[in-house]
């Protein structure tokens, strides 16, 4: 796994959209393997006019039922990228924990602007805030981590609209 996870990096190093994939990296839950996984199967966030767009595109908004006034609500919907939504999932699950910043987040951080880290910083104690009080509401856990995953890609997408670094290519013939 060690030796796929370095291929990775090698391969993300030398393309034009690393610099996003590093910058999602400072939100907690999101390793390399998930940044690289979202921004793969996604491509640049900022095709998204809103954040919600995103979390409809990835089935993560609640589906409705409605007639006249009557408006009932569901489960997921669970259209569009099941990938992007399972590793987001995943992802999500980190925020059970109270907000802090480990020595590895700590180092994903470095290099990245000052706008990037105030917002993954608002993510981690947002989610982390939101996760405590939906389970001492009773909330069902997957059910919590779904409403986490949600607004984890809310947050993910305002990290792609800030500005980043321009990436200058790694050259391999030299």
Known sequence: M????EQI??????????????ALQALRGISLIVAATTVA?????????????????????????????????GGITKTGNGHVRRVLTE???CYCHPARE???????????PQEVRQIAWKAQIRLCGRFKRLM??????NTVITATAREL???MWAIARTPLPVHEAVNSDS
């Open 41 to 73: 199967e996604l491509g640049d966030l900022c095709r998204f006019d809103s954040a919600k767009q995103l979390m409809a595109y990835l089935g993560l908004v609640p589906s409705e039922h409605s007639s006249g006034d009557t408006v009932k609500r």
């Open 136 to 141: 001492a509401r009773g909330k069902n856990r």
């Open 2 to 5: 060690q030796r796929l996870t």
């Open 153 to 155: 890609a809310a947050f």
């Open 9 to 22: 990096q090698e391969l993300v190093a030398e393309w034009h959209l690393a610099p996003l994939v590093k």
């Open 91 to 93: 992802a999500a699950q």
């Open 102 to 112: 480990s020595r590895v987040l700590l180092a994903r951080l470095e290099g990245l």
